[in-house]
């Protein structure tokens, strides 16, 4: 089979003449460090969800000791959670060019014969399957998620954790092995006919480069400008969802294009009080009731009773982990702790379960934590930018914190439960 150049086993099937330990190697440096960069911000957007606060905010109840570097998200910078998530998706989108071109750049080693030359060779490849798989699995799901197009069998968060560890674990080992080369492959200017290398790098040339290559259409240069083009084209077509005055530039994305409307209320909108099933009848200033229950026991507050509470103002923006975010809306109403207070939490207030009209979903539920309810700027917003809370963004009333999760935030609200969780 290995002698035969029909088959992928054979070097001689693969014949393009780009492959080289140069291309691979900048390649492989550009994803040790992008690749890092998403592992980071993704465990930053993992332990801003407060999975470790209360059940309801945990969407992989079994993480075990892999939650063991979870803290107590802080609420400054307040468009700190904007940043990371940001970041997270905007890359992990920008790198899947890089990604795709560097599998592609090692492909013959999948069909390397035999399997398996010694021990630990096949502990080699076997990393290199969880590495190419996980990787894969990484960005196929981060995609499909934030397109809106999740078509996994489970959750998106515990695959998309779960695969995160296993793919890191790979990543690093394969890091640690092969940095090292790379940076002299890149640092080598001449690409061709290095005399007196190293042996690892000889072998490295000898797996990837063709040994019958076809006639080049393309230098490496130019193969590595197009890969990086189309990094560019799709980051320059992702990244104005993160931006109110650009967010006619995110051509790819749900959640670019034009606001849903104009006006105080205009900004973007995850779910509507449609999707989620909210009746009008419920919202009605007859019929809706804050129910706030502390230490000293339950009151209900109506609509207008809470506006006539001490209102405040603050300017923070939603950021969703769909990596879009709105810039700052100047949202009113009564402060968090000021609420705590109400039913017997003075001082120092405690974490808090908020509770939506909404009875089908995910999200309908959220805790914060007590430093996100001791802060002054978290809300339980009635007003939005001047105006009533427009249905879709969660009127009656909504929670509004700084530096969380667009999740945390809960629209509709119907109860909130102050104690330690
Ligand atoms: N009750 C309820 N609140 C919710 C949600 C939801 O599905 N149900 N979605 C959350 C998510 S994921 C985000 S990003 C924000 C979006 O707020 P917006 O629609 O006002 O922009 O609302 C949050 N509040
Ligand atoms: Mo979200």
């Given amino acids: 089979m290995r002698d035969d150049p029909r088959l992928p086993f054979s070097p001689r099937f693969w014949r393009s003449p780009l492959r080289g330990p140069w291309f691979t190697s900048v390649l492989g440096l550009v994803l040790l460090v992008g690749i890092t960069v998403l ?7 993992y332990a801003a969800y407060n999975p470790g606060l209360s059940p309801v905010n945990d969407k992989t109840p079994d993480k075990g000791i892999l939650g063991f570097y979870l803290f107590a998200w802080p609420t400054h910078p307040y468009w700190l959670y904007r940043l990371t998530q940001g970041v997270h998706v905007t890359l992990g989108i920008t790198l899947i060019p890089v990604l795709l071109a560097k599998l592609w750049s090692v492909v013959p080693r999948l069909f390397t014969l035999p399997p398996a030359r010694s021990l630990a060779h096949a502990l080699e490849r076997l990393s290199l399957l969880l590495l190419v798989g996980g990787g ?7 995609v499909l998620n934030v397109q809106l197009d999740y078509v996994f069998p489970g959750s998106f968060y515990p695959l998309h954790f779960y695969g995160a560890w296993v793919f890191f674990a790979a990543f690093t080992a394969h ?4 940095t090292p080369m790379a940076l002299r492959n890149v640092r080598r200017l001449r690409e061709e006919r290095n005399v007196g290398e190293e042996k690892d790098v000889r072998e490295e ?3 990837l480069v063709s040994p019958d290559p076809a006639e080049p259409t393309v230098s490496r240069r130019g193969a ?4 990086g083009g189309g990094s560019l084209l799709l980051f320059l077509t992702t990244a104005g969802r993160s931006f109110d005055g650009l967010r006619g530039t995110a051509l790819l994305a749900p959640h670019g294009g034009a606001d849903p409307a104009t006006g105080p209320n205009g900004f973007q909108i995850n779910k509507t009080a449609v999707y989620a099933g909210i009746d009008p009848v419920e919202t009605s200033e007859d019929a809706w009731r804050l129910v706030v229950t502390g230490r000293t026991g339950t009151v ?14 603050s300017a923070l923006p939603i ?6 975010s709105t810039s700052d809306q100047w949202w009113r109403g009564v402060r968090l702790r000021d609420l705590a207070a109400l039913v017997g939490h003075d001082g120092d207030p405690p974490d808090l379960l908020v509770e939506s009209l909404q009875r089908h979903g ?6 914060l934590r007590a430093n996100q309810v001791a802060d002054p700027r978290s809300l339980l917003a009635l007003y939005v930018n001047g105006e009533d809370l427009s249905p879709d963004h969660g009127h009656p009333a909504r929670i509004i914190v700084p530096a969380a999760p667009g999740v945390l935030n809960t629209k509709w609200v119907a109860r909130l439960t102050f104690g330690d969780l």
Avoid: M, N
Wanted: one cysteine or more.
């Fill in 175 to 178: 890091a640690l092995l092969k």
């Fill in 136 to 142: 894969l699995f990484e960005f196929v799901t981060g």
């Fill in 224 to 227: 590595l400008w197009s890969v």
């Fill in 205 to 207: 040339r000898d797996e």
């Fill in 319 to 324: 950021a969703c982990v769909e990596g879009w």
């Fill in 300 to 313: 209900r507050l109506s609509r207008a009773q809470l506006a006539g509470l001490p209102l405040h103002s």
């Fill in 362 to 367: 995910a999200f309908r539920r959220a805790a």
């Fill in 39 to 45: 592992f980071v911000t993704g465990l930053a957007s």
